[in-house]
């Protein structure tokens, strides 16, 4: 939550945008865009096991995977980096890390209460890490050709 | 030992006389005669004709079957049988003479007398358990074990559900009037009216609970869908999509709002009342149009990729100028067919539906979906060469809704031109040099107009995923339902049937039937009569006794009783509370273990709670919520309900001994008088209903009591309601429930400062802990 007051501090001189809606509308959230699915492709959430989304991570990489992307989005940052660097020491010196940062657009829908209103939505942004953690050398790992 | 009656040639002493008279020899014999051809011509009535045949002609199985009679013999069998009443027993036709279309066609239409069949019907009686269920015949669950299967399809995939039992139902009329007309029907507290301004464009479908006139918040109907048709005219079209189990009802309330019987003691109220209904009846027309849609409900985060791989729209009217269906509808809606496939081609970019506006609904042109149907099954993916844009998500375009679909006309038409299957690969193999090439702009089939409706699944995260049930309903002119499903189901749809709809109820923690409508009661008291025919069919030394467990309606929630335990004044008719105002107070009430407002009928009022188990275990249906006691959460582990004592367990022990005793005696008598030969004495008629004797009723009884007075107090903790759907929920990887509560019992619990409550199934004396939260919807 700190992330998002600040987030708002900065929006403010811009533009006044109707971010805390008064008692008419219900926030209802949606699905915020995905980049690029695949196989290696991880989505850390909040919600799953650490230690099975740990296992997954290490499952592709010892499987003969050469990378695999990592995403985290809001508070599941934090969350996302613990994993890469736990990652890290698993496969010390086999493995290297590379951090992009970003912010991705979200879109919210204000549904209305009152009859007299129509849908309404708002977006709001939220920081997002990706997480490319890939092979420099192979150690007794299967190779994959 | 007469030695002496011999001629007298051979050395007897009789002597023959020398000249006989043979008319006077025939007239002796003339009546022995006559009585022997009687008996030969017309056998006694006893006889069966094969019967009247010398014993070596006589054969096997000669009275079933004919041919084994020999020829000359058989009319009179025929006529034997036609006496008897009996009709003579035909052959059945060989399975080649059956299957030939014709006779096929007819058998399946004697086979639709019955049940209603969808259009899909034929392809799910092949591959999924058939029931019979609100007058339709419907897929229950597919054959193959496909449970988490079907699961996954709905929180990874996508799931396919054939909807088209829903029945749409015109309402055609000035807003005006059909707002005020549904203004008694249902209330604003609940959901947004049907005249909101959300909705009166017809952009986006809703939801509106129907109650019975003038009685919120009793006599609740149940949950009915609705979009308006667009128009810029005042004179608007409403189409409700009513769940068959209340379409009866519906209809019903709708008639009654229309006529003009009041039977109110007010005078000033009758004469308001009776000028109401003369306007209703002047301005509103009511279709109900079973049958004229198809709709099938996709769910899941792929329906997106699917409907976009499946569905070619139209972009030009030019194209299809040459279909008759487009002559028949006016222009306005084919207009901006350019726009509206922008419009889809932009949403195509999205990876699933619930980053699309909520509830949207969109009115399409497309080609026929035979021709975008892979060869093989495939898994349709989403495209990922672009990022969609948010200002495309954020809102709808004004034209996007309208659709030729719901001009009534031109479904005639349609139907009509309809090439079958075989037509098309006929034309397919002639037209085109290559096989397996398609046209995709041929001609020769039809543009059909469909409507694809967004459902945005859930929308909280503190709920469920975000996302979780999101998915498209697609809405298409009858007699296109196979091709549709067909194409679908090639791009990697998973069908699935009523249990999913009620699993899919379930993990969003919806109830599928609220208790406190008919429908919902006439559903319980189904369950309730499967589980005790399944109790009841289990030998005794396996029957869970549910006296000892101290449970006294272990297959029905008895609502009515709970709420009196509860309130102390007589419950007639009760209801679910569906404010959600109140709804959200109470939610706040319970994160923050404050006590709740008073509220009026609060006696009669059920809440609908989702119990999360707070640790491991199982929940099962009809499970008891009870209210903890103070030290309850120290020694959750340890704590069970203890042994009851179970005073019939002697009754039926004597019981049964006498019964035996009984039947043995009766055998004894049986033999006895088979020894004696008397065949005098008829048996009786063996009793051929399923009406159980006096013996099994009256230890029915003694098993599972009916006369239940108090379910409060009847184990160690005190019962605040029960589970009406409970089971291990995938979502949430533990066991969960939906269930309800008394109003009461929950100002108890929050007046305790506590907001965790105790589960026990009914199989088990074990309780357990349970996190409890209301199910707003």
């Known amino acids: 939550m700190a992330d998002e007051n600040t987030l708002q501090k900065k929006e403010e001189p811009k533009k006044k945008q109707k971010r805390y809606p008064n008692k008419n509308y219900s926030v209802k959230k949606r699905l915020p865009l995905r980049p690029v699915d695949g196989n290696n492709v991880i989505f850390i959430t909040k919600k799953s096991n650490f230690k099975a989304q740990l296992d997954k991570c290490c499952d592709l990489l010892t499987g003969g995977e050469n990378e695999i992307i990592l995403h985290g989005l809001g508070s599941a940052i934090q969350r996302c980096c613990n994993l890469a660097l736990q990652l890290e020491i698993l496969f010390a010196g086999t493995c290297q890390i590379e951090v992009n940062t970003g912010t991705v657009d979200l879109v919210d829908d204000l549904e209305p209460l009152t009859d007299d209103l129509d849908f309404d939505t708002q977006v709001r942004h939220s920081s997002s890490i990706h997480i490319r953690i890939f092979r420099v050398a192979m150690l007794g790992a299967y190779q994959n050709q | 030992m007469e030695t002496n009656e011999f001629d007298a040639t051979l050395g007897g002493a009789e002597h023959l006389p020398l000249s006989a008279n043979n008319l006077k020899f025939a007239a002796s014999r003339s009546v022995e005669i006559a009585a022997l051809t009687e008996l030969i011509l017309r056998p006694s009535a006893t006889k069966l004709i094969f019967q009247t045949l010398p014993v070596h002609m006589r054969r096997r199985a000669m009275s079933h079957n004919c041919k084994r009679l020999p020829k000359k013999l058989r009319d009179a069998y025929f006529e034997q049988l036609k006496k008897s009443g009996i009709s003579p027993k035909q052959k059945r036709p060989s399975r080649k003479h059956r299957r030939r279309p014709k006779y096929l066609l007819e058998e399946y239409n004697r086979r639709q007398k019955r049940n209603m069949w969808l259009e899909t019907h034929i392809w799910h009686a092949k591959r999924f358990h058939m029931t019979e269920c609100w007058g339709y015949r419907l897929a229950y669950a597919p054959c193959d074990k496909a449970f988490r299967a079907c699961y996954r399809g709905s929180s990874a995939h996508c799931l396919m559900q054939d909807i088209s039992y829903l029945t749409p139902i015109q309402i055609e009329g000035p807003v005006d009037v059909i707002k005020d007309m549904f203004?008694?029907?249902?209330?604003?507290?609940?959901?947004?009216?049907?005249?909101?301004?959300?909705?009166?464009?017809?952009?986006?479908?809703?939801?509106?609970?129907?109650?019975?006139?003038?009685?919120?918040?009793?006599?609740?109907?149940?949950?009915?869908?609705?979009?308006?048709?667009?128009?810029?005219?005042?004179?608007?079209?409403?189409?409700?999509?009513?769940?068959?189990?209340?379409?009866?009802?519906?209809?019903?309330?709708?008639?009654?709002?229309?006529?003009?019987?009041?039977?109110?003691?007010?005078?000033?109220?009758v004469s308001k009342k009776r000028k109401l209904n003369h306007i209703y009846a002047e301005n509103i027309q009511i279709k109900v149009l079973s049958g004229m849609f198809n709709r099938f409900r996709l769910t899941g985060p792929n329906s997106h990729?699917?409907?976009?791989?499946?569905?070619?729209?139209?972009?030009?009217?030019?194209?299809?100028?040459?279909?008759?269906w487009v002559e028949k509808c006016d222009n306005k809606d084919l207009e901006l067919l350019k726009e509206k496939d922008q419009y889809w081609s932009s949403l195509s970019l999205a990876n699933s539906p619930s980053q699309l506006p909520p509830q949207a609904v969109i009115g399409l042109v497309v080609r026929d979906p035979r021709l975008r149907r892979p060869n093989h099954r495939t898994k349709a993916l989403c495209k990922h060469d672009s990022a969609v844009n948010t200002s495309i998500l954020t809102n709808i375009p004004p034209h996007a809704s309208t659709s030729a679909l719901w001009n009534l006309d031109v479904h005639e038409t349609i139907k009509k031109n309809a090439v079958t299957n075989s037509k098309y690969i006929q034309h397919v193999t002639k037209t085109q040099l290559v096989p397996g090439e398609i046209n995709e702009n041929d001609p020769f089939l039809q543009s059909l107009p469909v409507v694809l409706v967004q459902r945005p699944g859930s929308q909280d995260p503190t709920h469920k995923k975000i996302g979780y049930g999101c998915g498209w309903d697609i809405i298409m002119p009858s007699g296109y339902g196979l091709p549709f499903w067909l194409t679908f189901i090639m791009f990697g749809a998973r069908p699935g049937g009523l249990r999913e709809t009620e699993s899919l109820a379930f993990e969003m923690g919806e109830c599928y039937f609220p208790p406190d409508s008919e429908a919902g009661r006439i559903e319980?008291?189904?369950?309730?009569?499967?589980?005790?025919?399944?109790?009841?069919?289990?030998?005794?030394?396996?029957?869970?006794?549910?006296?000892?467990?101290?449970?006294?309606?272990?297959?029905?929630?008895?609502?009515?009783?709970?709420?009196?335990?509860?309130?102390?004044?007589?419950?007639?008719?009760?209801?679910?509370?569906?404010?959600?105002?109140?709804?959200?107070n109470l939610q706040e009430c319970i994160q923050a273990k404050k006590c709740i407002p008073q509220m009026e009928n609060s006696d009669f009022c059920l809440v609908a709670v989702y119990l999360q188990l707070s640790v491991r275990g199982s929940l099962k249906k009809n499970a008891l919520i009870c209210l903890p006691e103070q030290n309850d959460m120290s020694c959750i582990k340890e704590l069970a309900e203890p042994h009851h004592e179970d005073p019939n367990e002697q009754l039926r022990k004597v019981k049964r001994a006498a019964h035996l005793k009984l039947l043995k005696q009766l055998r004894k008598k049986r033999i006895k008088q088979h020894k004696k030969q008397i065949t005098t004495i008829k048996k009786l008629n063996k009793k051929t209903s399923k009406e159980p004797s006096k013996y099994v009723k009256e230890m029915r009884e003694l098993w599972l009591p009916s006369n239940v007075e108090t379910v409060r107090h009847i184990g160690a903790r005190q019962v605040m309601g029960y589970i009406s759907q409970g089971a291990f929920s995938f979502t949430e990887a533990r066991s969960c429930g939906v269930g309800y509560i008394t109003y009461n019992a929950l100002n108890t619990l929050l007046n305790m400062a506590k907001n965790q409550v105790l589960l026990r199934n009914t199989s088990s004396r074990k309780y357990r802990l349970a996190n409890i939260q209301i199910a707003i919807h």
């Open chain 2, 524 to 584: 319980e008291e189904k369950i309730e009569s499967e589980l005790k025919n399944r109790y009841f069919r289990l030998p005794p030394s396996k029957r869970v006794n549910f006296i000892k467990l101290g449970i006294n309606a272990p297959f029905i929630c008895p609502w009515r009783l709970l709420l009196q335990d509860w309130s102390e004044t007589p419950v007639e008719k009760f209801f679910i509370l569906r404010d959600r105002q109140k709804l959200n």
């Open chain 2, 183 to 269: 203004s008694t029907i249902t209330n604003s507290s609940c959901n947004l009216s049907i005249g909101a301004k959300a909705y009166i464009s017809g952009n986006r479908e809703g939801t509106i609970h129907v109650y019975n006139s003038n009685t919120y918040p009793f006599g609740y109907i149940g949950k009915v869908q609705f979009m308006w048709i667009p128009s810029t005219n005042i004179h608007k079209t409403l189409c409700l999509f009513v769940h068959p189990a209340i379409v009866k009802q519906i209809e019903l309330l709708l008639m009654d709002l229309l006529s003009n019987n009041t039977e109110q003691k007010d005078f000033e109220d």
């Open chain 2, 305 to 324: 990729a699917i409907l976009v791989n499946s569905l070619k729209c139209v972009d030009d009217i030019q194209k299809i100028k040459h279909d008759d």
